[in-house]
């Protein structure tokens, strides 16, 4: 159950940082308004992760290789959110319970590589931006002094 959760948190923690990169690395303006600042976080919820996948084919070359995991990535997340327990996964019963345990073993590592990318995306772009680190969005800090660091 424990990984059931950690692979939930990982899943929104994703959308949110491709969200966020959305909105701060992957746009035509320079500088954020006051009130693009306030949403950063909030605009996620009213977006699906397949539209977030969209914008970000729109807005930027995605190469090739990190599509596809995107694509994977989408795919294996509907399963986790829609479709768990249809696909043969059981919590108490071989071989269902191995299989979802290695599914969700799978789930959580993709999810922190992709948090890892989304992060260094932001990194590159507040550091090329020449912002200090105290006038980074509330929202960017946290992801810097997020739960996922190794």
């Given at each position: 159950m424990q990984n059931i959760?950690?692979?939930?948190?990982?899943?929104?923690l994703v959308e949110h940082h491709l969200d966020v990169c959305l909105h701060l690395a992957f746009r035509d303006k320079d500088h954020l308004s006051a009130q693009e600042i306030e949403n950063l976080g909030?605009?996620?919820?009213?977006?699906?992760?397949?539209?977030?996948?969209?914008?970000?084919r729109a807005r930027t070359t995605v190469p090739t290789q990190l599509d596809l995991v995107l694509s994977k990535f989408l795919d294996e997340r509907n399963k986790f959110v829609h479709r768990l327990f249809e696909t043969g996964f059981h919590?108490?019963?071989?071989?269902?319970?191995?299989?979802?345990?290695?599914?969700?073993?799978?789930?959580?590592?993709?999810?922190?590589?992709l948090i890892e990318l989304f992060t260094a995306v932001l990194d590159h772009k507040m550091v090329r931006s020449g912002a200090p680190l105290e006038q980074w969005p509330p929202d960017v800090k946290w992801l810097f002094d997020g739960p996922i660091r190794d």
């Open positions: 959760g950690a692979a939930l948190l990982g899943i929104q909030r605009l996620e919820r009213h977006e699906t992760l397949r539209n977030l996948l969209k914008q970000l919590l108490d019963e071989d071989p269902g319970a191995a299989c979802l345990g290695q599914f969700l073993e799978e789930m959580i590592k993709e999810t922190r590589r």
